[in-house]
């Protein structure tokens, strides 16, 4: 029996690392300002990790718009593969060219991952562990991650392109 009201739990949930790097660099802030030598310094650098954690926290929680969509996305060995009720899809992160935001799809908005053959997986913005997807992005050369929080936040009216892989070096 819970005491919490799920409505609530599911706020505190998505907040879950902001409010970590917020208790983490109180914590820090304490021990800095009220100790001294070796538990100062270690209270300093505490802070600092906390203001960071809270940092990236703020970003994941600007990016999750919900799990409550249809399908499943899962993130394994550089792969992600998206299970839908009607679709699905698999593509690799190394292969990848194309992110794309399709606002237009129904009932949610989907993120279009386009591979190096051509294929196109489309998973929906609130598809359960659609989260994942922050950390698979975040790892593309060249992504604005700013840029892709804010066309997901501004609800454009047509497909916008959020990364582009563009022509690959050799050297």
Same mark, same amino acid.
């Given at each position: 029996?819970?005491?919490?009201?799920?409505?609530?739990?599911?706020?505190?949930?998505?907040?879950?690392?902001?409010?970590?790097?917020?208790?983490?660099?109180?914590?820090?802030?304490?021990?800095?300002?009220?100790?001294?030598?070796?538990?100062?310094?270690?209270?300093?650098?505490?802070?600092?990790?906390?203001?960071?954690? *809270?940092? =990236?926290?703020?970003?994941?929680?600007? &990016?999750? +718009?919900? #799990?409550?969509?249809? /399908?499943?996305? %899962?993130?394994?060995?550089?792969?992600?593969?998206?299970?839908?009720?009607?679709?699905?899809?698999?593509?690799?992160?190394?292969?990848?060219?194309?992110?794309?935001?399709?606002?237009?799809?129904?009932?949610?908005?989907?993120?279009?991952?386009?591979?190096?053959?051509?294929?196109?997986?489309?998973?929906? *913005?609130? =598809?359960?562990?659609?989260?994942?997807? &922050?950390? +698979?992005? #975040?790892?593309?050369? /060249?992504?604005? %991650?700013?840029?892709?929080?804010?066309?997901?936040?501004?609800?454009?009216?047509?497909?916008?392109?959020?990364?582009?892989?563009?022509?690959?070096?050799?050297?």
């Amino acid at each position: 029996m819970s005491f919490i009201r799920p409505e609530l739990k599911q706020k505190f949930w998505r907040w879950r690392e902001v409010l970590l790097g917020v208790f983490i660099a109180c914590c820090g802030m304490l021990w800095a300002v009220t100790e001294s030598g070796v538990l100062a310094a270690i209270g300093t650098s505490l802070a600092i990790v906390g203001a960071l954690i *809270t940092f =990236a926290g703020f970003q994941r929680t600007r &990016f999750r +718009v919900g #799990s409550d969509g249809p /399908g499943v996305v %899962t993130v394994d060995e550089r792969q992600v593969t998206y299970y839908g009720p009607l679709d699905g899809g698999s593509v690799s992160i190394d292969s990848l060219v194309r992110v794309e935001l399709d606002p237009a799809a129904k009932p949610h908005a989907v993120w279009a991952l386009t591979d190096s053959t051509g294929l196109t997986v489309e998973i929906p *913005t609130q =598809a359960r562990n659609a989260e994942m997807l &922050f950390d +698979v992005f #975040s790892a593309l050369d /060249g992504i604005r %991650t700013e840029n892709m929080l804010a066309q997901l936040r501004s609800n454009p009216t047509e497909r916008v392109r959020i990364w582009d892989a563009g022509r690959r070096r050799l050297h």
